[in-house]
């Protein structure tokens, strides 16, 4: 426990300075801080497996009972998605402006919110559950990384054209960035298919019923239905560009809500990951 | 009129106003409504009817886009020499000079490289295609949906699903009449030689792994002459499944043993009836009422057998009572009026002027849940299947290319994407250019998506 808080501690701190590189770096347009912001942040995920790690070992579950677990867990996905595209396009890493000092708070609160472990019941002891949220912490990655790129093509939409400064010119075409962004949802979408199913299922083996329109099933298939008209848009009324990159923006919300809105709002025995049992 | 209607199915518009739809209906449902009131709304007709609509439509648009995904396939596949070369001249862009035997063998590889799976060589010309999985799978996914939610709606029809309580060391007929409560849909037929259902014992707290895994009974299926087609203890995510039903324990109570006997001695019937621990009522066990009836069929006496809970350090617990007790009541079956009552201990008896009631022991009862739906099967394999096509669909991008040499030597290439794609025609160019080290005009190629 003592490591295991000095770990998550570690990750807030680099998190922290990387948030400061960042910050600074954007305003003065600093590529140099940019770059040592990703690997500080990047640095930080070290600890922080290692704090996900300790508590899986001694609570025997993945990181997804309780608010700190969750939460804490996203922002760490959050910072490796980061890091991937920065990896894959370096001039991608403008976006820690924005992921990084939102995985701070996320981890932040984590850590002021009470840690005591939620034991697996009986309910929950099963596989489908691990490829849920296997699945799920995927799918919300991936939408949040497409609404990024959306959010960065639309950005340099509204600069004219040739007037990119510095860090906006680096960055892959306009038409790269609107693919990926596509593909990412495209990918998203394939994995909330695979979290919904696997939660049917399971709902079924624990229960007898696959679906009964509890309201985070309700959301999760709503979440499901806001991609499948961004595909549809996309692919048969030929949307590309800010309009594709406008939505996927605006759709992340939705998913949102569905993770954290839903469990908080409705009394669901559903949302116990979040509130507890 | 056929037609009009399929053109209306068709238009990807309409797809898109019923999904918005649907996704605005639910979510204002899950705000709007609470409990039984909000699952109510998902039966309505306002959500029912454009479900089925979008289920025509997604029907109606599979049906096309199936026919012009496998002309595409076909066409390309049964292009000739001859009219891909005219294609490519009439079409194609310039990208390079043959190089001799091996250019396009070359172009073969290196479209094979850019996602055309089959890329044939036939005499001067290349015909490339992307693989019959990444044409068909958008279509198939389609189709996918449409059986699901048809699968869905007639399995939610023909599906059964109720509680009943089983006495430990008894067991209970499939039937209607064992149910206390039951939800059958419209299309549901009950087996003409129904199962059996047998709780042989039961666990109040069963630990296995480390897990408290809650009240267990250990469950039987028996088929209508006897034999085991399922057993197994029954906690959650550990029901008993046999062709489709499906049995997970839902709650557990009482069951208390009473027999009617004759003033000579002899045992003329024996019940055991089921109590459920009174959440209200911390005192009391809730009443088991039954009637008795006599050796010559005629019903006389109701029961009620109210049982007292075993109590520690003050508190009820949910256990048999270690020395049972239980508040006997006769009342006439048919006017109302009280024939005597008695609290008695196991083995003691109510007497009555036809004989006597015996309390004879008090055990525990399983109530259990039991699905018959057949359609889960096909179900989970529509989910996986779906899911499948949908990835292809989404990772692939259907496309084609011809390669021409013509007389002089010159290579041109003529591409087509169905969809658009992160490869770009322009990509298709250089790449070709590259591997026949030449330096064509520049061009675009087509793009479009349908
Ligand atoms: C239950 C309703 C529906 C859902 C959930 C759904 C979902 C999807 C998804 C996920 C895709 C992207 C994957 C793919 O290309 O197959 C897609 C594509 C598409 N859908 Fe649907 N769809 C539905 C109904 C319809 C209907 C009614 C139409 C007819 C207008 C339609 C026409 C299309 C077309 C034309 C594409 C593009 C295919 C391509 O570019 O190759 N869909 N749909």
């Known amino acids: ?277 | 009129m056929l037609r009009r209607a399929l053109r209306f199915l068709e238009s990807p518009r309409l797809a898109i106003v019923l999904l918005v739809y649907l996704a605005s209906a639910s979510a204002i449902a899950t705000m709007a409504a609470q409990g039984a009131q909000r699952s109510a709304v998902y039966s309505a007709w306002y959500f029912v009817g454009p479900a089925l609509l979008l289920l025509g439509s997604t029907a109606a648009c599979a049906m096309r886009r199936t026919r012009v995904s496998a002309a595409r396939l076909k066409q390309v596949r049964a292009l000739e020499p001859e009219t891909a070369a005219r294609l490519a001249r009439q079409r194609g862009r310039d990208v390079g000079t043959a190089q001799g035997e091996g250019s396009l063998g070359a172009a073969a590889v290196a479209l094979r490289e850019l996602g055309f799976r089959q890329a044939r060589v036939q005499g001067r010309v290349v015909v490339a295609q992307s693989s019959a999985w990444a044409l068909m799978a958008s279509p198939v996914f389609h189709w996918l949906l449409v059986s699901l939610l048809i699968v869905v709606l007639f399995g939610r029809m023909a599906r059964a699903e109720g509680l009943m309580g089983v006495p430990v060391g008894g067991e209970r007929p499939n039937i209607a009449a064992s149910y206390g409560v039951i939800d059958a849909g419209a299309l549901y037929r009950w087996p003409s030689a129904p199962l059996r259902i047998a709780v042989p014992s039961f666990e109040v707290d069963y630990v296995s792994d480390g897990i408290d895994r809650g009240p267990t009974p250990f469950v039987k299926l028996l088929s209508a002459d006897g034999s085991v087609l399922a057993a197994g203890k029954v906690y959650p995510n550990n029901a008993l499944t046999h062709n489709g039903v499906m049995i997970h324990a839902s709650d557990y109570g009482l069951s208390p043993k009473i027999s009617l006997v004759t003033p000579g001695g002899e045992v003329v019937a024996t019940q055991q009836l089921i109590a459920d621990f009174d959440p209200n009522a911390a005192l009391r066990i809730a009443p088991a009422e039954t009637v008795l009836t006599d050796a010559a069929g005629k019903a006389s006496v109701r029961l009620s057998v109210q049982l007292y809970p075993e109590r520690r350090s003050g508190r009820v617990v949910k256990l048999v009572p270690k020395s049972p007790k239980a508040l006997l009541v006769a009342t006439d079956a048919e006017n109302g009026s009280e024939l005597g009552r008695a609290t008695v201990t196991r083995g003691g008896a109510l007497q009555l002027e036809q004989g006597s009631v015996r309390f004879d022991s008090v055990g525990y009862y399983a109530r259990i849940s039991v699905v018959d739906d057949r359609s889960v099967g096909a179900l989970y394999f529509l989910f996986f299947a779906a899911i499948a096509a949908s990835a292809v669909a989404l990772l692939t991008t259907p496309r084609f290319a011809v390669v021409a040499v013509d007389e002089a030597g010159v290579v041109r290439v003529h591409v087509r994407f169905y969809r658009p794609s992160a490869v770009t025609p322009a990509d298709v160019y250089d790449a070709l250019r590259s591997v026949l080290g030449g330096d064509g005009q520049q061009g675009e190629g087509a793009v479009d998506a349908d």
């Not at chain 1, 949220?133 to 939408?143: D, I, N, P, Q």
């Not at chain 1, 695979?194 to 399971?202: F, K, L, R, S, Y």
């Open chain 1, 1 to 277: 426990m003592q490591t295991e808080v000095l770990m998550m501690w570690l990750a807030v701190s680099a998190y922290a300075l990387s948030a400061i590189l960042f910050v600074f770096g954007a305003v003065f347009r600093a590529e140099k801080l940019l770059s040592i912001g990703l690997w500080t942040a990047a640095a930080g995920l070290v600890p922080h497996i290692a704090g996900i790690a300790l508590r899986w070992q001694a609570v025997g579950h993945g990181p997804f009972l309780g608010f700190y677990e969750v939460v804490s867990s996203y922002a760490f996905l959050a910072v490796i998605a980061l890091v991937a595209l920065a990896l894959w396009r370096r001039p991608l890493q403008v976006l820690g402006v924005g992921v990084v000092p939102v995985a701070l708070l996320m981890l932040g609160g984590a850590m002021l919110a009470p840690r005591s472990p939620l034991e697996i019941s009986a309910k929950l002891a099963s596989w489908w559950l691990t490829i849920h949220v296997a699945f799920a912490k995927l799918s919300y990655t991936s939408f949040i990384a497409a609404a990024a790129l959306g959010l960065v093509f639309i950005i340099r939409e509204r600069r004219k054209e040739g007037s990119d400064s510095g860090l906006l010119a680096k960055l892959p075409s306009q038409a790269v960035l609107d693919d990926v962004s596509f593909r990412l949802v495209g990918v998203g979408f394939v994995f909330l298919s695979i979290m919904i199913v696997a939660g049917a299922i399971w709902a079924n083996e624990a229960w007898g019923r696959y679906w009964a329109w509890d309201p985070i099933e309700t959301w999760s298939l709503i979440s499901w239905i806001v991609y499948a008209i961004y595909l549809h848009l996309r692919l048969t009324m030929g949307w590309r560009g800010r309009k594709a990159a406008t939505y996927a923006v605006i759709a992340l919300p939705v998913m949102v809500f569905t993770l954290i809105g839903v469990p908080v709002v409705y009394n669901s025995i559903h949302g116990a990951y979040l509130t507890g049992y």
